[in-house]
C-alpha cells in the first residue's frame, strides 16, 4: 500500500496503550503512511502488562490461555485468599458476558490452537526483523528462558510439560535427573571419546531412545572439571593442594542448534 494513498484522507487511527503490541501497531501504521496517534499514560513499554512481562516474547505459549484446568484452578489466584488476582465483587456483574466467554473458550481450547499459534510462534522472528529494519537489534536478547518445577513431583511435571511442548512442536532443553532414567550412568561410565566444548567443559551427543520413554530423542551428555580440596586434619585451607573431579549433567532437547550453541544457551547466565 502506498504512503500517498493515506497523505490526502486526513484520516488518523488512534492506538490506545504503548506496549509492545500497541507500538509495534503504530509502527507497522506509519510505515504504511497512515497518520498514528499513540495514546499511553505512561512512556512506551514502561508499564502495563509489557512492562509486567518482563520483557518476555512468550513464543512458548502457543495454547490460549481459557482451558478446563484454569477453570479448575483459577479460584487460587484470588485475592482473597492470597493470590495474585484481583477481581474485587462489585466487578463481577460488569465482566460476567466476558466470563461466560471465558469458559466456552475453556471447552474449544485445542481447536482454537492453531490460530493463536500462528500469530505466536513467528512472533520473535517478526520483531527481530523490525528492530533491525529502525537499527535497534539491540532491544531483542534471544536466550531462551527456564521453567524450574519444586515438590515431591517436579520431576514428572517437568516431563509432562515437556511432553506437551514436544507434540506442539515447541523447541525445548530439559535437564534429566539420573534417577529417573538409570540407563544414563552407564552410558557415561562406557564413553570414552569426549568433545571439547569450554575449558572445563566436555561433551557428547546421542539419538537414544530411554526404556520408559515413548519415542527417541536428543540427548547431550555433559562433564563439567570442578576442583575438589583435599586437606587433611591439620591443614589449613590457604595450604590445601587441589584435586580435580567430574560432574555430570545429562539434557534432552527437540532444538537444532548445534550441540556447542546449545550448551551455551543452556548454562547461560541464569543457569
Known amino acids: ?155 514428572e511435571r517437568a516431563a509432562h510439560t515437556a511432553a506437551g511442548a514436544h507434540a506442539l512442536g515447541i523447541q525445548y532443553t530439559i535437564s534429566v535427573p539420573f534417577e529417573r532414567i538409570t540407563q544414563l550412568k552407564a552410558k557415561i561410565e562406557k564413553r570414552l571419546v569426549w568433545h571439547h566444548a569450554e575449558r572445563d567443559l566436555k561433551f557428547f551427543e546421542r539419538n537414544w531412545k530411554p526404556n520408559c520413554w515413548a519415542e527417541t530423542r536428543r540427548f547431550i551428555f555433559i562433564r563439567t572439571r570442578e576442583p575438589k580440596q583435599g586437606k587433611g586434619p591439620l591443614q589449613l585451607n590457604l595450604f590445601a593442594p587441589y584435586e580435580y573431579g567430574f560432574q555430570f549433567k545429562v539434557i534432552s532437547t527437540t532444538a537444532t542448534l548445534s550441540a556447542r550453541k546449545l550448551l551455551a544457551l543452556h548454562n547461560g547466565p541464569a543457569a
Do not use: K
Open 1 to 155: 500500500m502506498s504512503p500517498d494513498q493515506h497523505d490526502t484522507s486526513g484520516e488518523r487511527i488512534a492506538i490506545i496503550g504503548a506496549g509492545i503490541i500497541g507500538c509495534a501497531l503504530a509502527w507497522a501504521l506509519a510505515r504504511e503512511g497512515r497518520r498514528v496517534l499513540l495514546i499511553d499514560r505512561a512512556a512506551p513499554a514502561t508499564a502495563g502488562a509489557s512492562f509486567g512481562n518482563a520483557g518476555h516474547i512468550a513464543c512458548e505459549q502457543l495454547e490460549p490461555l481459557p482451558s478446563p484446568a484454569v477453570l479448575r484452578t483459577f479460584w487460587r489466584e484470588l485475592t482473597l485468599f492470597g493470590g495474585a488476582l484481583d477481581l474485587p465483587l462489585r466487578r463481577w456483574m460488569a465482566l460476567a458476558p466476558w466470563l461466560a466467554r471465558f469458559v466456552q473458550a475453556a471447552f474449544h481450547q485445542r481447536r482454537n490452537t492453531p490460530a493463536l499459534a500462528a500469530l505466536v510462534a513467528p512472533a520473535a522472528d517478526t520483531l527481530q526483523a523490525a528492530l533491525r529494519e529502525i537499527g535497534r537489534p539491540e532491544l531483542l536478547v534471544r536466550h531462551g528462558h527456564y521453567a524450574l518445577w519444586r515438590g515431591p513431583h517436579a520431576a
